[in-house]
């Protein structure tokens, strides 16, 4: 925490209260804070430890969600080094303040949404709570912030039982966040004002620094359209710069953006550092950054769920830091800054920033523990419930692959529960990728046994209990849908849905957009898609919609909706394997693709 006197609400509210008022000064110098003569100016350090993605993983994750690419020092060779875990974390950035006398803890966005169970059961409050006990200061929101709506965010910044679920434990109030959530590009449509602060003030050693939250403009294309029903999502670098014009209007020359948009480094490693300029990051953060105002210091960004402290510079050419901690609390960044007394801005060539891994072989924080196992003890009737039985990993999240072993097993598994004719008759089945939210591990997770998958472990591959629908579509039109994984929205980040057993294509990647997608190779239990013929097709109600960049299935008719997509897994598990028969790993001989390093089949 920074040595200000002011700490916690009280502390946000005073300087919330001064920004309103317009006590925080104006602006005498550029963003850029340079020596004077022959004179150093008066700095004052900075520490902030930055995370971005945590999703409610406040245990360690499981399979490859737990690991984090580093190079082994002896053998040169890139490993897998398990990491996270917020018992972990918790001592890594207790440990990482000690001799700093002004350090503040940040993030930006997706800390929580998409969580595994002993989190997402109760509405993430267990990570909003441990995030109070972290130290957390101050978040950009992320798109999984809005995965229950914007009143459900409301209530985890502010606090308030469940309107629903009400209070878990009789006595126990649920406080909301001690840290700030920002939303400075997310308006509520009628009143245009963002739905929550667009940035935090704090004041470190008489210096105010000021940060500035957005989440990606496309955030109604990835989340379902209940949950950002009334709200309007603004361009990352136009509000950006608004509030950061704004701030330097106040006086407030030290300027951090929290943006939840990321990029896409050249190497796996956590300690990549882009090469010379960024040249070694692509993805949207680039565009990003180098347009966002030289007023600001240092970028800390997310979403894309990799690792990376580059430097990309400004629309002046100069170097600024932008930075990413992977995913899930296994790694934190430390970005170490100079503050300048006189100007109040970022000495910007003092700024240097660095990855660290959250290793396992620490002490664990004591309160951490206490929390999980607070709810732990909450969830175990549900959670250790056995739902079925794998034979090896079954690996989703944590597959390379565009086509994922579990992918095809989810799939198959909606078509199971949906192709009756009185549930929806549906023929094939469609899950978009990014809502396979980790691997079905092999080795148990507690006392279950190995090979033995709980209800736990299922909800944290498919979190978010989406409803199934089956829709009606022409041969045209599934087509169509193939097609725009690899164009549309998805042209520069194709999207490959996982389909279900007896529908096969051949995805060519030696071309380009559409027409990666060889059209006669579009095949149902063998026979050729009949453009005019009528398919009835099941998805989730995320993609059914037409999120992720799938305008052909909302185009769908005759639309019918099941229970969840959770439900669905779960019964499939249970009447497809057994203790002496476990759940086969599938082929997946479902899409060939062409051009991808090697030919795949």
């Not at 989440?215 to 949950?227: D, S």
């Not at 994922?404 to 799939?411: F, N, R, S």
Request: net charge neutral; with cysteine; hydrophobic share 40%.
């Amino acid at each position: 925490m920074p040595n200000t006197g002011l700490t916690g609400r009280y502390r946000k509210a005073t300087y919330a209260v001064a920004a309103a008022a317009g006590l925080l000064g104006t602006v005498l110098v550029p963003g850029v804070a340079q020596a004077h003569g022959h004179h150093q100016p008066r700095v004052v350090d900075l520490q902030l430890l930055a995370i971005n993605d945590f999703h409610g993983n406040l245990e360690p994750p499981a399979g490859s969600s737990g690991t984090i690419k580093e190079i082994d020092p002896v053998t040169k060779q890139t490993v897998s080094t398990p990491a996270g875990g917020i018992e972990y974390l918790a001592t890594a950035l207790r440990e990482a303040r000690k001799g700093h006398d002004n350090s503040l803890t940040v993030a930006a966005g997706d800390i929580v949404g998409a969580s595994p169970l002993m989190s997402g059961l109760f509405h993430d409050e267990p990570t909003i709570e441990a995030m109070n006990k972290l130290g957390l200061d101050v978040t950009s929101v992320g798109n999984h912030e809005f995965d229950e709506g914007s009143k459900e965010l409301l209530r985890l910044q502010n606090g308030g039982c469940h309107p629903t679920d009400g209070c878990y434990v009789k006595g126990r109030r649920f406080k909301g966040a001690d840290f700030e959530y920002l939303a400075a590009n997310v308006t509520n449509e009628k009143t245009n004002k963002p739905i929550l602060d667009p940035y935090w003030v704090t004041k470190v050693n008489g210096v105010k620094v000021g940060f500035i939250g957005v989440t990606l403009e496309g955030t109604p294309n990835i989340v379902t359209a209940e949950g950002v029903k009334g709200l309007k999502f603004g361009n990352e670098v136009t509000t950006i710069n608004k509030y950061a014009a704004e701030l330097k209007r106040k006086g407030v020359n030290s300027i951090v953006a929290l943006v939840h948009e990321g990029g896409y480094p050249a190497s796996p490693v956590y300690d990549f550092d882009c090469g010379a300029g960024g040249s070694g990051v692509s993805g949207p953060i680039v565009d990003i950054a180098k347009k966002i105002d030289p007023a600001v210091g240092a970028i800390v960004t997310g979403h894309t769920h990799n690792a990376y402290a580059c430097s990309i510079p400004d629309p002046n050419g100069v170097p600024r830091s932008v930075t990413s901690a992977a995913s899930f609390g296994r790694l934190y960044t430390e970005i170490d800054l100079k503050l300048d007394k006189r100007s109040g801005a970022i000495v910007r060539p003092s700024v240097t920033a660095a990855n660290h891994v959250v290793r396992r072989d620490v002490p664990k924080a004591a309160d951490m523990t206490k929390l999980i196992d607070y709810y732990n003890k909450l969830a175990a009737p549900i959670a250790n419930r056995p739902l079925g039985y794998i034979g090896a990993d079954i690996n989703g999240r944590g597959s390379t692959d565009l086509e994922k072993p579990l992918g095809d097993v989810i799939a198959d598994a909606q078509l199971a529960g949906l192709a009756p004719k009185d549930k929806g008759g549906a023929q094939v089945a469609f899950m978009n990728p990014g809502g396979i939210r980790s691997d079905l591990v092999y080795k148990a997770s507690g006392a279950e046994g190995d090979g033995v998958v709980t209800y736990g472990e299922a909800f944290t591959v498919q979190p978010f209990t989406n409803m199934m629908q089956v829709k009606t579509l022409t041969g045209a039109q599934l087509v169509q849908l193939l097609q725009q994984q690899v164009s549309g929205l998805n042209e520069a980040s194709p999207k490959i849905l996982q389909n279900s057993a007896g529908f096969t294509y051949t995805l060519d990647l030696t071309k380009t957009g559409a027409a990666r997608i060889v059209v006669d190779s579009v095949k149902l239990n063998g026979a050729a898609i009949d453009p005019a013929a009528s398919y009835r097709v099941a998805a989730n109600e995320f993609l059914a919609g037409g999120g992720d960049g799938f305008p052909a299935f909302a185009a769908g008719t005759d639309k019918l909706v099941g229970v969840s997509d959770l439900d669905l897994f779960a019964a499939y598990l249970g009447a497809n394997s057994k203790a002496g028969s476990p759940l086969p790993i599938p082929a997946q001989n479902r899409i060939k693709i062409i051009g991808n390093g090697q030919d795949q089949d």
